[in-house]
T-cell receptor
């Protein structure tokens, strides 16, 4: 069965430090891959997406992610974290098999220290 | 922001009572989804729809039913609410097949079953 794993439940970084959030997926075909961010009490906002082309994709708010087929990974990165980046981050796979649905990871909660 | 409205935004109900949550979209997207979000579980798919009157089960569909009689509305019904259905429910829409692959989310409905 298709699955998405986010191994880090919580991550704490200092403001200005770099960030990498890990995501591994299990999917038979080339996946549609997404990163979403959720601020407290809010819905999910798309940060970036990947299906084909350049394996390094740029998103909003200064985030980027790199697709590595050999590692089945789609890790999210940011060179310098801002206090406003504190939120929960979800990796997701879009499964296209006749119909189309999304499989989400369990999320990584990011805390930013001033 | 995508035009997605969930109602109600908050609800407290008693065990054993029926509850219906509504998702309304103004984007004319083909796909609509209901997810529930619980700590440690991320977002899990309850049911989804790929057209009017076309629905299918997700991974946590027991105790839930859905209906989609119009493109713009997707209803989630808890026939007899239980405490285990206390959760935050998110509606999402997608226009997959029309060049877009990402999902857009509503603001969520917080349901408490007492």
């Amino acid at each position: 069965a298709q699955s998405v794993t986010q191994p880090d439940i919580h991550i704490t970084v200092s403001e200005g430090a770099s960030l990498e959030l890990r995501c591994n997926y299990s999917y038979g075909a080339t996946p549609y891959l997404f990163w979403y961010v959720q601020s407290p009490g809010q819905g999910l906002q798309l940060l970036l997406k990947y299906f084909s082309g350049d394996t390094l994709v740029q998103g909003i708010k200064g985030f980027e992610a790199e697709f590595k087929r050999s590692q089945s990974s789609f890790n999210l990165r940011k060179p310098s974290v801002h206090w406003s980046d504190a939120a929960e981050y979800f990796c997701a796979v879009g499964e296209a098999s006749g119909t189309y649905k999304y499989i989400f990871g369990t999320g990584t909660r990011l805390k930013v220290l001033a | 922001d995508a035009g997605i409205t969930q109602s109600p935004r908050h609800k407290v109900t008693e065990t054993g009572t029926p509850v219906t949550l509504r998702c309304h979209q103004t984007e004319n997207h083909r796909y609509m989804y209901w997810h529930r979000q619980d700590p440690g579980h991320g977002l899990r798919l309850i049911h989804y729809s790929y057209g009017v009157k076309d629905t299918d089960k997700g991974e946590v569909s027991d105790g839930y039913s859905v209906s989609r009689s119009k493109t713009e509305d997707f209803l989630l019904t808890l026939e007899s609410a239980t405490s285990s259905q206390t959760s935050v429910y998110f509606c999402a829409i997608s226009d997959f097949g029309s060049g877009n692959t990402e999902a857009f989310f509503g603001q969520g409905t917080r349901l408490t079953v007492v």
